[in-house]
């Protein structure tokens, strides 16, 4: 049996509730991810990461590869002990940030050749190695090294990138080692419904025990996101975890299971945490605007997170202004504890057939 699985608990339409099988726990479908790039949450400790009732969390394979290295955190017994995390973690590939942060890089065949956004150092990322790292690291998903394309592409970049996509794809699934780890292939093509189809048949050849939707969310318009994902999601097969990454606003989290997603990674709730903004259902609170300065509200009244149940607006809009540290953990805390309870929400409307009218009361909102 595959390291990681799903049991599917439920289903309205195309949307599902289930429960992901993996080396370090149970996770509950649907589940948003936490990004921890550096192997940290920003701001946050590992048990506060927990409290926000986080079940995984995500960490980067290219900046790990860099700093401090592969072979340093297996040293130390791997990921999960070097961190202090005792749950669940996915790495990414290394591919898109190889495609973002790279100072210059160099596509073939075999692999990508890339400088350092860091010192301008010279590396080779290849399907092989990109996965021998992330055997090191030690995590309990890991992902394909793709071909990651920007926005606009065209429709020969973005089939040649498909391509390339599926022949590392083949490579990665040979290369890979981890008996205790589940290997995930990506699915590409851009905004091209054809060429979609054409990688999911291609990666789904393969095999693997879980797949993704890679390439969305790099500035396509919404309305080109979401076109694809009610095309091709539902296509991806039933009995595998279907992982969309990257794409995070909560109106993305509800469209996306809407579709059939089971899985989704962001850095906007963390981010926009640190630069002053707040989600609700109604939408964000940008805590740097004046009215805020004597507001006694909590930042979500119907919120129960550790931010809103003890902290006045006007208080953490006192702790922005002056660039207080606290200020970044408290923002973080109420936004993790905001996605991941939607997700729960979603998961009991699912449950009890609710999620057409979950969907529309909540899209009404956020308009």
Sequence with gaps: MNPVYIEIDGFDGNARAARLFTPHGIIKTPVFMPVG?????????????????????????????????????KKFGGIHRFMGWDRPVLTDSGGYQVFSLAKLRKITENGVIFQSHIDGSSHNFTPENAISIQNALGADIIMCFDECTGFPVTRKEAEESADLTALWARRCMDAHQGNNQALFGIVQGSIYPDIRQKSLEQITSIDFPGYAMGGLAIGEPKEQTYKIINKILHCLPFDRPRYIMGMGSPVDLVEGVFNGADMFDCVMPTRNARNGQF?????????????????????????????????????????????????????????????????????????????????????????
Excluded: S
């Design 37 to 73: 790039t550096n192997a940290c949450v920003k701001a946050l400790t590992p048990q506060d990461t927990k409290e926000t009732g986080a079940e995984i969390m995500l960490a980067n394979t290219y900046h790990l590869y860099l700093r401090p290295g592969h072979d340093l955190i």
């Design 279 to 367: 989600f609700t259902d109604n939408g964000r609170i940008n805590i740097k605007n004046a009215r805020y300065f004597n507001d006694e509200m909590p930042i979500d009244e119907n919120c129960q997170c550790y931010t809103c149940r003890n902290f006045t607006r006007a208080y953490l809009r006192h702790l922005f202004v002056l660039k207080e540290i606290l200020f970044y953990r408290l923002a973080t805390i109420h936004n993790l504890y905001y996605y991941i309870n939607l997700m729960k929400r979603i998961r009991t409307a699912i449950i009890n057939n609710k999620m057409a009218d979950f969907r529309k009361q909540f899209l009404d909102k956020w308009r």
